[in-house]
């Protein structure tokens, strides 16, 4: 009918594309309708978490499936995704916005540098055949893991040291990639992002324009791929995540610094393990990080690999901590074991299971799974520990 009445009273086609969205389903599968009372008030959504949110979620919801069901903490996570963008996008100005607009610098020295701008050239190529074929759920996903993992949880955390020393180069490269990233996230969070670009407008970090979507499209620059980079950054990214994952499993406090940690390298890795070193001691809360090529005798320690790197995080340096997280492991197997009793007892009682209803039934089936996968993972930290 829009074609037909486009043809008839401006005598051209209005469009040659028609993406045919999801069925969005309620939470429980079922159609969304008024009269059922199944259905959502977008402007309701809209008010609650923001129209950049929903809009989103649309984006990547609408064309990744057939049917999708519509769950409003997914919105939520986009309304906290937008959150995050702002609030790094505030620190980088009031961190490095100051002066004039740094210029690109003849060489990039640092290779956490070199790093974002890989990849930022690859998210850039991405992003634009993802948009040109319609694949809006995997521009959307592309997005948001550079955007709040690699550009706001590890680069501006690793640039914050060199922010303060008044690193030229680095305030280059955090505009470099912020002007791009507000451009390719504009079509889908057109709200945000060109609040942004006009503060950058401001700082003189971004060209003057009426508005961002009358500015260039971002084009990833040849000289930004840099493999090498990008294998050394992943390497201290997967180091220091091992470290952390080991200090969360051993409830030790996130403020206590290590006197040591250490790494035996394997021979791939040892360059570029030295190379990083400074910056896995800081990322990881260590006052030092020792690289040695054969695995030390220490009797207590927490260890994890790193492909063939093995990361070891000696104990004795955190008191009784080891012993702590023993006691309440086996407190843990023993409640959980007797839970698990207690449920199989009620599932193995047919006259329960027959009278019970079907809901109850399905609860405790339910339950008895995650307990069977909770029993089994806290046995294996348990024997990993004693």
Same mark, same amino acid.
């Given at each position: ?8 009273? *401006? ?36 008010? #609650? ?75 850039? +190529? ?48 955090? #505009?470099?990639?912020?002007?791009? !990233? ?53 390497? !201290? ?12 499993? *051993? ?11 250490? *790494? ?35 009797? #207590? ?13 000696? !104990?004795?340096?955190?008191? +009784? ?41 399905? #609860? ?23």
């Amino acid at each position: 009918r829009m074609i037909f009445s486009s043809l008839e009273f *401006l005598g051209e086609i209005p469009f040659s594309d028609v993406i045919i969205h999801a069925t969005i389903l309620d939470p429980q599968g079922r159609r969304m309708s008024k009269s059922k009372g199944t259905g959502v008030d977008p402007l309701e959504i809209m008010d #609650k978490y923001g129209t950049d949110a929903c809009r989103y979620w649309m984006a990547g919801a609408g064309t990744s499936a057939q049917d999708v069901r519509f769950r409003e903490e997914k919105i939520e996570a986009y309304r906290n995704f937008a959150n995050k963008l702002w609030n790094a996008s505030r620190f980088v100005l009031l961190k490095a916005a100051t002066g004039a607009a740094p210029s690109a610098p003849a060489q990039l020295d640092s290779p956490v540098d070199r790093w974002i701008l890989s990849r930022l050239a690859s998210v850039i +190529d991405q992003v634009t055949h993802d948009l040109e074929t319609y694949e809006f759920a995997t521009a959307t996903q592309a997005l948001y893991e550079f955007a709040w993992n690699e550009f706001c949880d590890w680069y501006i955390e690793l640039a914050k040291p060199r922010l303060d020393e008044g690193d030229q180069a680095v305030r280059w490269v955090l #505009k470099t990639v912020l002007d791009a !990233l507000v451009k390719l996230l504009h079509p889908v969070m057109p709200f945000i992002t060109e609040e942004i670009h006009q503060l950058l407008v401001e700082r003189g970090w971004a060209e003057p324009a009426e508005t961002l979507q009358h500015t260039a499209w971002p084009v990833a620059q040849a000289t930004w791929r840099d493999p090498a980079a990008e294998r050394e950054v992943n390497l !201290l990214i997967e180091t220091v995540r091992t470290v952390r994952n080991m200090r969360a499993e *051993l409830k030790i406090e996130p403020a206590k610094k290590a006197d040591e940690l250490v *790494l035996v390298a394997a021979a791939e890795d040892r360059a570029a393990l030295e190379t990083m070193a400074p910056l896995i001691a800081r990322m990881s809360r260590s006052e030092e990080v020792r690289l040695v090529d054969t695995a030390p005798a220490i009797v #207590k320690a927490a260890t994890g690999h790193v492909g063939e790197t093995r990361v070891i995080l000696p !104990l004795e340096q955190f008191g +009784d901590v080891l012993e702590k997280e023993i006691v309440r492991l086996q407190k843990e197997t023993s409640s959980l074991e007797s839970e698990l009793e207690r449920v199989r007892g009620q599932l193995a009682n047919e006259a329960f299971v027959a009278k019970a209803p079907a809901a109850v039934v399905d #609860k405790l089936r339910a339950r008895n799974e995650e307990i069977v996968v909770q029993l089994e993972s806290a046995r294996q930290q348990l024997a990993r520990w004693q």
